[in-house]
């Protein structure tokens, strides 16, 4: 299957600052990529849809000033925690998928573990 | 709306049995369903869909589902369990309605293989 990686897998930061997640997908032209958050022992939510070229999609309840998210190639999208605090801590997990369609699969990243101090 | 429900939090299975992880399914029209497998600190990796088809649908690593519209149950199964299937299983409907076809997950199944 296609192939999505995250950058960095791991990052410690102090509160306050910013930390870049990046998404990237190796094989094949992402023009959707989806941003999640999983805390411990929890589900994936969904926090973003992004196409590439335009705005992202925010789901109910998720701040876009925190948390930034560009789409600026077909294979690159970053999320960016803005000032982040010790309750952004989490496990951050993208998804990208080619093409428009129901039949288009997405492919998951590793995911990103944060840790605000 | 379109979701998911896997009622069980953890499902506990000796090795060498078989193992079953339930998810039912709450759709409008005919749904996408997939399974997916988190391992500790990883992502998703996928195990299997159905789309359309036979209702018998064989995944990776020998797992399978049976999607049973009458039931509107989409329940994952390993004849025989490895220690090493030992994971976090999501279940997830594509949602058809919002336009950017998002996945919708269930809260997980945690299976435990006990040698």
């Known amino acids: 299957g296609a192939v999505v990686s995250q950058h960095p897998s791991r990052v410690i930061c102090k509160s306050g600052t910013s930390v870049k997640i990046e998404c990237r997908s190796l094989?094949?032209?992402?023009?959707?990529m989806f941003w999640y958050r999983q805390f411990p022992k929890q589900s994936l939510m969904l926090m973003a849809t992004s196409n590439e070229g335009s705005k992202a999609t925010y789901e109910q309840g998720v701040e876009k000033d925190k948390f930034l998210i560009n789409h600026a190639s077909l294979t690159l999208s970053t999320l960016t925690v803005t000032s982040a605090h010790p309750e952004d801590s989490s496990f951050y997990i993208c998804?990208?998928?080619?093409?428009?369609?129901?039949?288009?699969?997405?492919?998951f990243g590793p995911g990103t573990r944060l840790t605000v101090l | 709306a379109q979701s998911v429900a896997q009622p069980e939090d953890q499902v506990n299975v000796a090795e060498g049995n078989p193992l079953t992880v339930k998810c039912t399914y709450s759709?409008?029209?005919?749904?996408?369903l997939f399974w997916y497998v988190q391992y500790p600190n990883r992502g998703l990796q996928f195990l299997l869909k159905y789309i359309t088809g036979d209702n018998l649908v064989k995944g990776s690593y020998g797992f399978e589902a049976e999607f049973n519209k009458s039931q509107t149950s989409f329940h994952l199964k390993k004849p025989s369990a490895l220690v090493s299937d030992s994971a976090l299983y999501f279940c997830?409907?594509?949602?058809?309605?919002?336009?950017?076809?998002?996945?919708?997950f269930g809260t997980g199944t945690r299976l435990k293989v006990l040698a």
């Open positions: 997830a409907v594509r949602d058809r309605t919002s336009g950017t076809y998002k996945y919708i």
């Open positions: 998804s990208a998928r080619s093409g428009e369609g129901s039949y288009n699969e997405q492919f």
């Open positions: 094989d094949f032209q992402a023009t959707t």
């Open positions: 759709v409008s029209g005919n749904p996408y």
